[in-house]
């Protein structure tokens, strides 16, 4: 995820950097929450449906570090 200058702190006013930093932040947790979120609803949609799908496999599933986390 990026804004504005491309994620860069182009400034050397330590308060806005953190400011920006810590919006930042902010931002990412909702981020990966709503994805959270989504792949539950998935996984109980397939579920419901009949599919398997095991414990096991979830736990090779994380929402962080994908593009999809990447907004420019």
């Given at each position: 995820m990026f804004f504005a200058d491309q994620?860069?702190?182009t400034t050397g006013d330590y308060e806005e950097i953190m400011n920006k930093a810590s919006c930042l932040s902010l931002f990412s947790n909702a981020i990966l929450y709503w994805n959270t979120l989504k792949i539950n609803d998935i996984v109980e949609s397939l579920r419901a449906k009949g599919v398997?799908?095991?414990?096991?496999t979830l736990?090779?599933?994380s929402m962080l570090g994908t593009?999809?986390?990447l907004l420019y």
């Amino acid at each position: 995820m990026f804004f504005a200058d491309q994620g860069e702190f182009t400034t050397g006013d330590y308060e806005e950097i953190m400011n920006k930093a810590s919006c930042l932040s902010l931002f990412s947790n909702a981020i990966l929450y709503w994805n959270t979120l989504k792949i539950n609803d998935i996984v109980e949609s397939l579920r419901a449906k009949g599919v398997v799908i095991t414990n096991e496999t979830l736990s090779h599933i994380s929402m962080l570090g994908t593009q999809w986390d990447l907004l420019y």
